[in-house]
Each structure stands twice: as C-alpha cells, then as structure tokens.
C-alpha cells in the first residue's frame, strides 16, 4: 500500500520532465530510480561537456581580449607618430609657404631682369648700328682737326664719353644676362625642393594611414569575432545553468524515490561519519534548526539543538559509553522515543524524537554505532534530531565538544 501511494506521488514531476521511461517505470520505483540514475549520469556528462567548451570560449575570448590591447597600443602608438608627422607636416608646410613665396619673387625679379635684358640688348644693337653706321674718327684725327687746345680737351673727353657708355653697355647686358640664368638655376632648385617636400610628406602620411587602416580594421575582425565568442558563451552557460537545474530536480527526485525505499524498508542509510574540531562526532548529518537556548513559547531555554532530518534516518553515538536512559514517547513527555549515553562519569548525551530504538539499556556502545531512528515523536512539529550534551547533568551547548 505504502508503494503504490508513492508510485502516485512521483508521478507528475516527471511528467514535468516529460521522461516517458519513467512514466512507464511508475509503478516500481526501483526501475524509476534506475532511471533516474542513469539520466542523472548524462545530464552530469553534458554538463561537463558544457563547462569543457565554456573553458576553451574564456580562453579564447581572452586570448582576443589579449591581441586586441596589442593592436590597440600599437594603433596608440602609431597615433602619437602621427602626430609628430603631423608637426613635421605643418613645418613642411610652412617652409613650403616660404618656398612658394621665394618661387614668386624669383619669377617676378626673372620677369624683371628679363625685361632689363632686352632693353639692354636693344640698346647694345642700337649703338652697334651707330657704330657701324658712322664713321668713327681716330684720335690722331680729332687732334688734327681741333682748332685750339681747348677744344681738342673737349674732343678727347667725348671720345672717352663714347667709349665708357659702350662699355656700360656691355656690362650691362653681360651682367643683366649672367644674373638671369643664376635667378633661372635657382627657380629649378626651389621647384625641385617643393616637389621633394610635397612627395615625402605625401608619402609619410600614407605610409601611416595605411599602416594605421590595417590595424583598425584587424582590431573590429577581433572585436566581431571576441563577440561571437562571447554570445557562444553565454548561449553555452545558459544552457549549463538549465541543465544544472534539471540535474538538481532529478536530484531531488532521485533523493525522495531513495528515501521512500528505505523507508519501506525500515530505516535510511547511515551515511558517513560528520567529524567537528571537538572530541565528538555529529550524531546525524544535517542542518541545525534550531540553536542552543533557543526561547520558546513553552520553555525559555531550548536545552540543546535540533539537527534537521528526515523520519528513519540512522542516529550515531557521539561517543562510546553505556547507555544509561531509555525512556518511550509515553515515560519520556515531550521527549519523544528517549536515550542518553553517559560517556565519562560527568559527560553523558541524550537523543530525542527518535521513531524506533536500535540498542537497549545498559548496553556498551562505540562511537558512530546506530542508536536509533530520527522522528517526530513527543512534542515535534517536523522529523528531526534533537541532541544535547550534559554535563554533571546540566545541559550545555553541544557545538563546544562536536
């Protein structure tokens, strides 16, 4: 009868998990545990195929996160190079003005000397035709022909008049030419210096945003892959979070379906020995609801602690010694099924709420031996363990000696 209502009661969680093998185990629960068993041994292997994969998505998006801080301080760099390109662009710039500045000069003054050059050119012609055109006398002629001495001064300084202006002349266009062709050789240099200012500047800005474009571009590749990584992740995580969630529901599943067997049975299983810093070890294993002293409607002080646990769970000596007390629910009142173990001649624990004894009076037990069965004998409001420790028969707190 106690079977077939469990068998009832474990069925809608899991249909909830719509496992219709355990639906169609229902009605024995050693097959639904089997069940359990195994779907709780894949649901723990793709759990850790998920954490696997979760791993190699950290590393990997690290190793991104790694690489793009490289690219980031180079492109910070070159950054900071482009600036002091920058400067040097400006000064380039400026010279640059300089040079355009000086190039319109030169013209102007090559226009200039030009336009001298052809004057004087034409003034050379001029005086060559004057030259050729005229008979010019020699100086033993103008002597002869002079009429008194002051008139041959007069005539020798014309002679020296005429030949100083030819002689300007010719200076003048040799110079005005000379001058020229230097004015001429230094707007080739100028033109060339522009064009070798423009073309490297050209180049280094070039060369930089380039450089610069690549890493940038290489850095968003990063930034769109590190986030695909980062989506497989949290698409991979959650998917751990909800297999952990099923796991933890077959977990409890599996628990109930155990503990409703060996209630079947008779008692649950022991489980392992729970040691403490102290000289006894935990009679049960199991949150403590309830602390020592605790104040209660009925009583001020709460003489010991409550351990909760479900009904038959095996309860451990804390010590060895000889049972001492053994009192039922009827001789014991609010106690419950009763049993106290003197340990040493001040030292005894005490037991209550038990659902069945496991030893007798007077008996010698070790440490970690079944006494009895947890409960929900006497006063209790839910199955549990409480345990105290007395001291020359006061009662005092158990966490000092578990």
Same mark, same amino acid.
């Given at each position: 009868m106690r079977l077939r209502t469990f068998a009832a009661g474990v069925v809608l969680p899991l249909v909830a998990w719509g496992a219709s093998p355990l639906i169609a185990d229902a009605g024995n629960p050693s097959a639904t545990a089997a069940s359990l068993s195994n779907k709780i041994q894949q649901v723990q292997g793709k759990i850790g195929r998920k954490k696997g994969t979760e791993q190699v998505l950290t590393s990997e998006i690290s190793a991104y996160t790694s690489r793009i801080d490289r690219l980031q301080a180079r492109i910070t760099g070159l950054r900071t190079r482009e600036s002091r390109v920058q400067d040097a662009l400006d000064r380039n710039r400026a010279e640059l003005l300089q040079i355009q500045a000086d190039l319109r000069a030169e013209r102007a003054r090559l226009i200039r000397l030009r336009k001298r050059l052809a004057t004087a050119r034409a003034a050379l012609a001029t005086r060559l035709v004057e030259l050729y055109e005229s =008979?010019?006398? =020699?100086l033993v002629t103008v002597v002869l022909s002079a009429k008194g001495f002051a008139e041959l001064i007069e005539r020798a300084d014309f002679m020296n008049r005429i030949s100083e202006q030819d002689r300007a002349i010719v200076s003048l @266009?040799?110079? *005005?030419?000379? =001058? *020229?062709? #230097?004015t001429a050789q230094r707007l080739d240099k100028l033109e060339a210096r522009q064009q070798a @200012?423009? #073309?490297r500047i050209l180049q280094r800005r070039q060369e930089i945003t380039a450089v610069k474009q690549d890493l940038? =571009?290489?850095? @968003?590749g990063y930034d769109g892959t590190r986030a695909d990584k980062q989506n497989a992740l949290t698409h991979v995580r959650a998917e751990r979070h909800q297999l952990e969630g099923n796991l933890s529901d077959l977990k409890a599943q599996q628990a109930k379906i155990t503990r409703t067997l060996q209630q079947s049975q008779g008692q649950l299983p022991a489980g392992p020995i729970k040691r403490g810093g102290g000289t006894l070890i935990w009679p049960v294993n199991g949150p403590i609801t309830s602390p020592f002293c605790e104040h209660r409607a009925w009583e001020s002080c709460h003489p010991g602690i409550d351990i909760g646990v479900p009904s038959g769970t095996p309860i451990r000596a804390a010590a060895a010694g000889r049972v001492a007390l053994l009192q039922s629910e009827a001789a014991s009142g609010g106690y419950g099924n009763f049993t106290c173990i003197q340990h040493t001649g001040a030292m005894a624990t005490c037991y209550a709420h038990q659902s069945a004894f496991r030893v007798s009076l007077g008996q010698q037990v070790s440490q970690g031996q079944v006494i009895g069965l947890s409960g929900c004998t006497g006063r209790c409001f839910g199955p549990h363990l409480h345990f105290e420790v007395r001291i020359n028969g006061a009662v005092t707190n158990p966490l000092n000696y578990l």
């Open positions: =008979d010019r006398p =020699d @266009v040799k110079n *005005a030419r000379a =001058d *020229a062709i #230097a @200012v423009t #073309a940038i =571009d290489t850095r @968003v």
